[in-house]
């Protein structure tokens, strides 16, 4: 691939051109010199004289910032990651069905589609053009999959549950198990939880990205919805009832409790935490292993962490943090000397 | 099903009937008017006049609160996950082993159980009647599953483990792995950890749930026991040698350190964390995202966490609570001067 | 087994004998008097005198803590580890491929491995000598597994990873998924996240452990590397580019966000997190529930955690603490009085 090739597909204007084809991308630091690497943060500017690349991806203003062969771009770092794409787009699967994957009754999928070895199908399902099935994964009885997602090895679906257009859901997800729902019906020492049925469904968007060993509960009665464009790290726990909106994006590890609502473009860092039942505006930023108990009705950033100490500071200063209320108190007493003398 | 049908199996007093059969539950909002919805938090009783359900199951404080064919229930919550639970019963699935699955020598499946494609159930382990094992699922050596249980697609219960009748165990859960211990031999800068081999087991009660992509560990010698009725919800983690009693709640995300005990009916908020080596008494609440680092020894509620704030506050509050205990110093100061002169 | 037995493998000096063989290993308090058990905490001197054990494994300050037939030993507790291994180590698995196991073109499996069923090898990975492949795990094209490690059923490995000799992987890992990075390509409301393909490897040294369910993500560009004997509990997350360091110990549910360099020998609490791009200094240790976000650079504890209260107390301190800034201020106000006067 040169230039020429990538500013065809991707827009662009090049500058020079390479002597030989191009066979992959790579970091300013770490690219060889068959591949393009992309300037889009200007402290790696310096760096850039040192790089081995064959050719860079920089921005309207850093045009000149290299001698080497380079395209120019409104928004290099999306423009090197469309490059990565195409390089990465031979990997074409041919579709099929394994002999080994138990298809149950009803189930419609498509010639195109590739579904891998210990593969189970539900009853009635639906499995669009040239989706991808990962071994050992099990899809629900009368779940949907949308044209060209690709589902990783060993990810469960429940039953109902739809997923949109190119989505890519990793190992060991589940998407649909019961929500947490129980009734208490005790009496003294007596008594039970009483299981809420949990009959809603999971429905997920277009271009979709599930993170490794995430998990998405069904409604209890109505849908758990996630938008489009929506990106799950790893290791996310999204309750019953929650709504997610567009192009938000959820670091690892963070937990959402039943019936939240989050907007759109919203930025989630990571171990963050939601109590549920109650709603976060589009364009919110919440810091991570921040644990968000109110709305959040401005965008902006939201932060609750307790800064990082050495051990030893972190115990004297906890000692007045369990006695703050005393402190202020203090204080107060001492203001009201002042203004009284 | 008609009123008179849900009172003949749950008890309580209907007040008018249904014109045509209920076919499902639904809540105030979402109704339809095939469908029976309740009213057990006081504040939805305005939204009441506007449900399309056909029926309500009330409170015996409510009565009056509507005109429509009613139930009257002593706890209306409770009956109404009842009632939904009878929507669903048909649900009953034949016996049967699929014909791909691996059942190791000695195992004994009842004729009532089901076990789907691609399970293995290992030696001498004991599926009790009833029993539903999902795909993918692998059961262990020795493992002994109670009457009614249903584990999902998906699931791992290591050898030796013990799951009592009627639980319910979602997809990813992994029960019986190694707990994490090791002890130190280093010498300077050589060495290593010496892995403890973890020979105890998982005992579970009856009736409990455990939430998809949960995990419990085996003890080490002794082994970790979750009681009856017990409800973990998704991605929660039981170290090794935990002890968790009757009817306690678990949040997602909670992660129980080894040797900790828990004890009954106490509720645990989402990925809070407990540090190991510590009890927590009957009836204890610990909020969300709170750390428990000791003991707790009398019922009610416990908290430790950051209040959220919008990111320019937190910024200026935290810079004070890194010198909290100067802060408490220079105000004692000023006291100590003030009571001098 | 004898004592004089086990001090021929595990060396120290045993002083008596006991007079039938040992069959295991025991607590102080649990041991059975066939078993042997350990004293490496002074404070379990005293309960040694109750012990059921049939011998002690003691250090050289506890030689004569007991007159029980006993092992001295410089560390007890290590000593007892491997005492542990030893009356495990009967549990020898013959090598050979489960007959429903799907080996992909080109892949390498020793003769004395052993592959369970429903397991997939991809094309031209890599088995090697008594590596053991547990039920429904599924390991990638090209994938390197070396000698004696352990994968226990229900586990993923994508393509081009490598695992080191003797890892133990348990139930549910996922290792080699997709790194969380995508490239922003908005302008005003329109426009989407662009995917940057994640094609980088993890390599995994020798002796690690992996806890079930813990995800570690495949390098973006570069590869995402954890040392020899680092041991990760259950639930952790390591994101792309991470380097873990030799012998580091990762408690469960820990969070370590990309690119997040960390050193030989740390220790890490359950539930802490790393914000990425950063580093942490051999020897450091990590509180549990602390959130690092500055790399630190000097050995010791580092803690940032809110203390647990009473929920009311908590209530009363977080309302000052929303407003330590002011609190702060009027402090300061106070003392420039103070010194005015």
């Not at 195409?86 to 069905?97: D, K």
Request: aromatic share 4%; proline share 2%; charged share 15%.
């Amino acid at each position: 691939m040169f230039l020429r090739d990538i500013i065809s597909k991707l827009g662009g204007e090049a500058i020079g051109e390479v002597g030989r084809p191009l066979l992959g991308v790579g970091t300013v630091a770490g690219a060889a010199d068959t591949q393009i690497t992309f300037l889009a943060n200007p402290k790696y500017r310096a760096a850039l004289a040192n790089t081995d690349a064959a050719a860079v991806i920089v921005g309207v203003n850093d045009r000149d910032v290299t001698s080497k062969p380079r395209i120019v771009a409104n928004n290099p770092y999306a423009y090197f990651a469309r490059a990565a794409q195409l390089f990465q787009a031979s990997n074409v699967v041919a579709g099929g069905i394994h002999a080994s994957a138990v298809i149950h009754a009803g189930a419609i999928i498509a010639s195109s589609a590739w579904v891998a070895e210990f593969v189970s199908i539900g009853a009635n399902a639906s499995i669009g053009e040239r989706v991808q099935i990962g071994a050992g994964s099990v899809i629900g009885e009368n779940v949907s999959i949308g044209a060209d997602s690709v589902i990783a090895a060993r990810a469960t679906i429940y039953a109902h549950c739809q997923i949109g257009h190119r989505a890519i859901v990793h190992s060991g997800v589940v998407i649909g198990a019961d929500g947490f729902g129980f009734a208490a019906d005790f009496s003294g020492s007596d008594g039970c939880w009483v299981k809420i049925p949990q009959t809603g469904r999971v429905i997920i968007g277009d271009d979709c990205e599930i993170g490794a060993n995430t998990t998405i509960d069904r409604g209890a009665i109505d849908d758990t919805i996630i938008g489009n464009d929506v990106k799950l790290d790893n290791q996310v726990q999204v309750g019953h009832n929650c709504i997610i909106g567009d192009h938000t994006l959820i670091s690892g590890c963070v937990g959402i409790a039943g019936s939240t609502t989050i907007g759109k473009r919203v930025m989630v860092g990571g171990a963050a935490g939601f109590t549920g039942h109650l709603s976060v505006c589009d364009g919110a930023i919440i810091s991570a292993m921040t644990l968000v108990t109110k709305s959040i009705t401005e965008p902006g950033m939201v932060t609750g962490v307790m800064p990082q100490m050495n051990h030893a500071d972190w115990l004297k200063n906890i000692a007045h943090l369990r006695r703050l209320d005393k402190l202020a108190g203090a204080v107060n007493e001492i203001k009201k000397k002042g203004s009284a003398t």
